[in-house]
T-cell receptor, first 117, second 115 residues
Framework: DAGVIQSPRHEVTEMGQEVTLRCKPI?????LFWYRQTMMRGLELLIY????????DSGMPEDRFSAKMPNASFSTLKIQPSEPRDSAVYFC???????????????FGEGSRLTVL | AQSVTQPDIHITVSEGASLELRCNYS??????LFWYVQSPGQGLQLLLK??????LVQGIKGFEAEFKRSQSSFNLRKPSVHWSDAAEYFC?????????????FGPGTSLSVIP
């Protein structure tokens, strides 16, 4: 069974350009998370979807960041315009919370390494 | 709000030696605790988790962790480390707020293994 699939694996762009990161969660999972990982700040939760609905976007840094989940098998994280401080590895993770009151195991993609020059 | 601390940024052990990685959490109610491992260039993989019941939990790759409520700790252990265990290890705490789940990760501990 395929895991969480992210694309692109690597992205190098210039400041001011739009960046779109893509994620395909594991089929059947009902929760999707976008994380950002940097040396300085570690793993930060950016946004969380449940059943395709954004539940918590309090971690989104600013209005330049937006995320969508148009259906259960696809999500995007967009940065427009990008800045050098956005350079990081962006992870998508999905989970299936079998019981409503228990957090499910997170399955991570391999990440998208973004470099903004 | 919940938080997770991992006091050791980096640990080096010899292959075959025992290992203990420390994790302390702050959470008002019963926490849900996790350990994840990240190999270079990869995403995170779940090693083990604690929700309730037996405070000593077994995970994959020979790892175990013990939940100690009195110390607010969830330390990860392995009796004999292999070179392939070199990786970044993250402790995480689950939070249930209203109707959704949210996992907060600690800063991570980098493990190096000397042959």
């Amino acid at each position: 069974d395929a895991g969480v699939i992210q694309s692109p694996r690597h992205e190098v762009t210039e400041m001011g350009q739009e960046v779109t990161l893509r994620c395909k969660p594991i089929s059947g999972h009902n929760s999707l998370f976008w994380y950002r990982q940097t040396m300085m700040r570690g793993l930060e939760l950016l946004i969380y979807f449940n059943n395709n609905v954004p539940i918590d976007d309090s971690g989104m840094p600013e209005d330049r960041f937006s995320a969508k989940m148009p259906n259960a098998s696809f999500s995007t994280l967009k940065i427009q315009p990008s800045e050098p401080r956005d350079s990081a590895v962006y992870f998508c993770a999905s989970s299936l919370a079998v019981q409503r009151r228990l957090p499910g195991e997170l399955f991570f993609g391999e990440g998208s390494r973004l470099t903004v020059l | 709000a919940q938080s997770v601390t991992q006091p050791d940024i980096h640990i080096t052990v010899s292959e075959g030696a025992s290992l203990e990685l420390r994790c302390n959490y702050s959470y008002g109610a019963t926490p849900y605790l996790f350990w994840y491992v990240q190999s270079p260039g990869q995403g995170l993989q779940l090693l083990l988790k604690y929700f309730s019941g037996d405070t000593l939990v077994q995970g994959i790759k020979g790892f175990e962790a013990e939940f100690k409520r009195s110390q607010s700790s969830f330390n990860l252990r392995k009796p004999s480390v292999h070179w392939s265990d070199a990786a970044e290890y993250f402790c995480a705490v689950g939070s249930l707020k209203t109707s959704y789940d949210k996992v907060i990760f600690g800063p991570g501990t980098s493990l190096s293994v000397i042959p």
